[in-house]
């Protein structure tokens, strides 16, 4: 038997602590508390990370990994392994303090071959299954692996998912690592390279440079997959509650119709904007909506909420305190203040917070005429930096 700080099935009300089960885990925890549809998620815990740091037994992690499948078959009603109907997950780093894109997600976890007949959009995620696990979990290797997109460029998934995890399997072989033999192998291979990213090197600078302790680890997130690819209805978005560059109200961000999170938080793909979406599904927009108001009066913070809608119904994957501009955190700060949601002292702790400085000039660096950009690219943030790239 494990310790029961290993593996935490994540529902309403469940009062597990921050520290323990990541600040993901954490976050859907208080999703569910407020009534958003979240999908069935457990977690191995920043305990188990510790633990298994300790011995980097296999068996031990499959054993805790198991319990957790368990859980999650339970409350769906589904069989880990069992092919297109069965439960399929995303495995999610989420560590007690927030690091984002510094740690590993492997998605479509479970899916396992296809058998002929299976409906696209399961082709779909099992192709970008493949080139993920190869990627993140196998490491094969940039330049191989660019060589094979070129060399199955423009066939279709059905077609090329077969083929695709045969020349994977072959190249896996040729360097010497093992290739997933059922769905626990895949789960248990992305489990323990997500666990294995909290030591990667741009984590580690990411803490370093922010002064978080090395020694509190990651916990993992086990979570049913729901398809934001699955059809014309379905796709991924992410939002903040107010525009984190103005601090204007209403939702700010982006979605993708018939994709993945992954594809918008690591920028593979150009996004459509959050109006577009509004325009189109008004009434998932709406839910979103009014559960980011209920944050921000929960938390007297603005939001930064992922979520996914798969055959026009919303699901929240996750949420956190939005990042600012010091301009917009000043606007924040005192709307927040006239809506009676924090007092003036909190107004003045939020807006400096995120760099508002009142004694400053407002005038900052500027690009001088007739000076040539050396990379073009969408704005994430307000600004303009100089120095070492």
Not at 41 to 57: F, I, K, M, N, P
Not at 139 to 161: N, T
Not at 237 to 258: H, I, K, M, Q, Y
């Amino acid at each position: 038997m494990s310790s029961p700080a290993h593996v935490v099935k994540i529902e309403a009300a469940g009062g597990a602590e921050r520290a323990l089960i990541g600040g993901k885990a954490w976050s859907l925890q208080s999703l569910l508390d407020m009534g958003a549809a979240v999908p069935p998620a457990c977690v191995l815990t920043t305990q188990a990370y510790r633990d298994w740091t300790r011995h980097r037994e296999p068996q031990w992690l499959r054993d805790r990994l198991a319990e957790a499948v368990g859980m999650l078959e339970s409350t769906t009603g589904r069989q880990f392994g069992a092919g297109p109907q069965g439960l399929i997950v995303s495995v999610r780093s989420g560590a007690p303090v927030s690091m984002p894109g510094m740690m590993d997600t492997v998605l479509n976890v479970g899916l396992g071959r296809l058998p002929p007949g299976t409906e696209a959009y399961l082709y779909d995620a099992r192709v970008r299954f493949l080139w993920q696990f190869a990627e993140l979990v196998l490491d094969l290797g940039q330049p191989v692996l660019e060589g094979l997109r070129g060399r199955f460029a423009g066939l279709g998934a059905p077609a090329m998912a077969g083929p695709l995890e045969q020349a994977l399997q072959a190249l896996a072989e040729e360097q010497g690592k093992s290739w997933p033999a059922s769905a626990m192998d895949e789960l248990l291979a992305a489990a323990g390279a997500v666990f294995a990213s909290w030591q990667s090197s741009r984590a580690k600078l990411y803490r370093r440079m922010r002064k978080i302790d090395d020694s509190i680890g990651t916990a993992v997130t086990i979570q049913q997959m729901v398809f934001g690819n699955r059809d014309a209805q379905s796709g991924s978005g992410v939002v903040f509650t107010r525009n984190p560059t103005s601090g204007a109200d209403g939702l700010c961000g982006e979605f993708l119709f018939g994709g993945q999170g992954e594809e918008i938080v690591s920028g593979r793909e150009t996004a459509g904007s959050i109006a577009q979406w509004r325009e189109r599904q008004p009434e998932p927009f709406r839910e979103l909506a009014a559960l980011g108001k209920r944050l921000e009066e929960a938390t007297g913070k603005v939001h930064e909420i992922e979520f996914t809608l798969e055959q026009g119904r919303l699901y929240v994957l996750q949420c956190r305190p939005a990042l600012l501009t010091g301009r917009a955190a000043a606007r924040v700060a005192v709307d927040f203040h006239d809506e009676g949601r924090i007092s003036r002292a909190e107004a003045v702790v939020y807006a400096r917070s995120h760099g508002f400085d009142p004694t400053a000039s407002g005038r900052g660096l500027v690009v001088r005429p007739g000076e040539r950009p050396i990379a073009m690219g969408l704005p994430v943030g307000g600004g303009v930096a100089v120095g070492r790239v």
